[in-house]
């Protein structure tokens, strides 16, 4: 989708170099593949919340080291992911930016974003570590509540359901194949296509430039 404004489409993508924000700078590339213009704000944020663990005295000198370190590694593996996308994607016009700044990561992104009036945040979560996490909150759930724009964030495919929460099953096969044989006119297979019998699965689908059918409820 080309971005035919004189505006560039600005993303903000956060980098701490786990597997999940890999993960998030990939589909930030896939993102700015589909707009041109496009900039590419690849940002680390030194986490300021770990300051208390560096004697006070040491702590100014200690975060210069690291900003400047991760500025050098930061900026490599930015370089790097545009070029994939210009040999890819042929989006030679996508700019690339490497910020580094030191605070609380949700903040500083979020700030950030603001200063570039940017289009999209893109993060990654494990979408992990149980209910005590979700309920203090995770840096991804904190930049949804701060950012001034959209937020994508990106996880794992194999990545395991919050603790005590039910799975989500995988769909049917069968079903599948009908929605995409019938255009979404057909939302079940035929051994799904009956009454449920308990009230919890009860499901009903329609498309809407259809008119609706009498068809019963289909059973997850």
């Known amino acids: 989708m080309a971005n035919h404004t004189s505006q560039p489409f600005r993303i903000?993508?956060?980098v701490d170099f786990s597997d999940t924000s890999m993960l998030a700078l990939e589909e930030a590339l896939a993102q700015?593949?589909?707009?041109?213009p496009s900039e590419?704000?690849?940002t680390n944020v030194i986490d300021s919340d770990h300051a208390d663990f560096v004697p006070p005295a040491q702590r100014h000198n200690s975060m210069i080291q690291i900003a400047d370190g991760m500025r050098d590694r930061l900026g490599k593996t930015a370089r790097d992911a545009l070029t994939r996308l210009r040999?890819?994607?042929?989006a030679a016009l996508s700019l690339g930016f490497a910020h580094v700044r030191v605070g609380a990561i949700a903040e500083q992104l979020a700030s950030l974003a603001t200063e570039l009036r940017a289009d999209l945040i893109v993060v990654g979560t494990h979408g992990r570590r149980g209910?005590?996490?979700?309920?203090?909150?995770s840096v991804?759930?904190?930049t949804v509540r701060l950012a001034p724009c959209p937020v994508l964030v990106?996880?794992?495919h194999d990545f395991h359901a919050l603790d005590q929460l039910p799975p989500i099953e995988a769909p049917c096969p069968e079903c599948v194949a009908t929605r995409e044989r019938t255009g979404g006119s057909q939302w079940w297979c035929a051994d799904h296509t009956r009454e449920p019998d308990l009230v919890h699965i009860y499901s009903r689908s329609d498309r809407l430039d259809q008119p609706l059918s009498p068809?019963?409820?289909?059973s997850t």
């Open 140 to 142: 991804a759930e904190k």
């Open 32 to 36: 700015a593949a589909l707009r041109s």
């Open 87 to 90: 040999e890819r994607d042929g």
């Open 40 to 42: 590419l704000h690849f």
């Open 131 to 137: 209910m005590r996490r979700l309920m203090m909150g």
């Open 12 to 14: 903000v993508v956060g």
């Open 215 to 218: 068809a019963p409820f289909g």
């Open 154 to 156: 990106v996880r794992p």
